[in-house]
């Protein structure tokens, strides 16, 4: 009963802090210009993230986000760019000054108490938010440990940063409805440069993208608003705020710095490994990024697990197993894994590895661990439980 008193607490802290309006702060620019920004506090220490508006917005086109970011234990500061809301200076000198405003922002956040400044999250809307957000990654690459990407771009040393990151959980966000194309095509070439298996793109289709009509930075107001831009994607896909939450809770707070691998992110390794005898290949890559971070995981489990059951059914036991084992070197404690590779060996007369790969399952499914790295529900531990105890019925 102690327990749910104190977790009650905890949730009620939460939900008032998310009701606490924001912290507004007064920043200056290295040259003087005054910047305004809002900072949204947590209840208890975290890490930060900051949240960049897109050129036709402003700053409070954030603050649903940042609230449940708030609410979720991250702190977040949002800001109002050079010429932008309530920052002063003029749109036609923000371009030499943008990359320089960057830093009194996050100089702000990281200093702030409670704030984990080694561990930082960036998220931006539309061309500008986009290339602040990027550009902030790539300048203060070992404390930012994540990224939100929404309808736009970045020029080329930021598509380098990215192709370069191979270590950093990138989130991308586009809809063929944008009202500036072609954002869309801009927003894949950037998570089609990004190299992380962790990145993750939300792609919200439409029968026909919309027409060019003019361009998102210079003409403000022109064009009329589809809800398909930046944070206006908020009003038509009301789920997105809470993506991009659990997106920085994931990255930031449960597994700083790393996402759950992504099957279309890992397609191109999962179809070296099917298709072009890439087995070994893929164990090298997977040793190789390991040593960089031992953490590190170049695809989904249940991905790779169907890959070798393709094997399998296809009565192809030597490579079924050589994927299975490649799987298990990346998930050595999945339960579902040792069940697999268990029932292929059995299928291959190897009855002394099958009932050892079998036993070990029971072992696993017997702790609180989970039963694969996809999921752990009771009714799938049943099933594998199921499956290794068949796999020894039979021996």
């Known amino acids: 009963m102690k327990h749910i008193y104190i977790l009650a607490l905890f949730t009620f802290a939460s939900f008032v802090q998310a009701q606490q309006p924001p912290h507004v702060v007064d920043l200056k620019s290295s040259e003087g210009t005054l910047l305004k920004a809002s900072y949204f506090a947590a209840a208890k220490p975290g890490p930060g993230v900051l949240l960049f508006h897109q050129s036709n917005r402003d700053r409070k086109s954030w603050d649903a986000v940042a609230r449940q970011l708030a609410a979720a234990g991250i702190n977040v500061l949002t800001l109002d760019s050079r010429g932008h809301g309530e920052s002063a200076g003029n749109t036609e000198a923000a371009e030499k000054w943008w990359r320089e405003d960057l830093e009194p922002a996050f100089n702000y956040l990281a200093s702030q108490p409670g704030v984990n400044r080694d561990v930082i999250g960036a998220g931006g809307a539309g061309v500008l938010g986009v290339e602040n957000a990027v550009e902030l990654a790539r300048r203060h690459s070992t404390q930012v440990k994540s990224v939100a990407l929404l309808s736009g771009e970045t020029a080329r040393p930021g598509l380098e940063f990215l192709h370069q990151a191979s270590e950093l959980p990138e989130l991308f966000v586009t809809d063929d409805n944008d009202e500036y194309p072609p954002t869309q095509e801009a927003m894949q070439l950037l998570y089609a440069s990004a190299s992380s298996p962790g990145k993750r793109l939300i792609h919200y289709v439409a029968e026909q993208e919309a027409p060019w009509l ?24 009301p789920e997105l705020p809470g993506i991009i939450v659990h997106w920085f809770e994931t990255t930031l707070l449960r597994t700083p710095g790393h996402a759950p691998a992504d099957a279309v992110a890992a397609a191109p390794l999962l179809a070296e490994v099917e298709f072009n005898d890439g087995i070994s290949r893929a164990e090298q890559q997977l040793i190789d990024a390991r040593k960089k971070d031992p953490r590190a995981q170049l695809w989904p489990e249940i991905s790779m697990s169907i890959v070798a059951q393709n094997y399998q059914r296809a009565g192809d036991l030597k490579n079924a197993i050589a994927v299975f084992t490649l799987n ?25 590895l099958a009932r050892e790969y079998a036993e070990k399952t029971l072992r696993l499914l017997a702790t609180p661990g989970i039963a694969s790295s996809w999921t752990n529900t009771n009714e799938y531990r049943g099933e594998i439980r199921k499956g290794a105890q068949k796999v020894l019925d039979k021996l």
């Open 328 to 352: 298990l070197l990346a998930y050595p404690d999945s339960a579902d894994a040792d069940e697999s590779i268990a029932e292929a060996y059995l299928a291959d007369g190897q009855k002394e």
């Open 214 to 237: 003019w361009y998102e930075p210079f003409d403000i107001g022109k064009v009329p608003a589809r809800g398909a831009h930046g944070t206006d994607m908020f009003q038509t896909h």
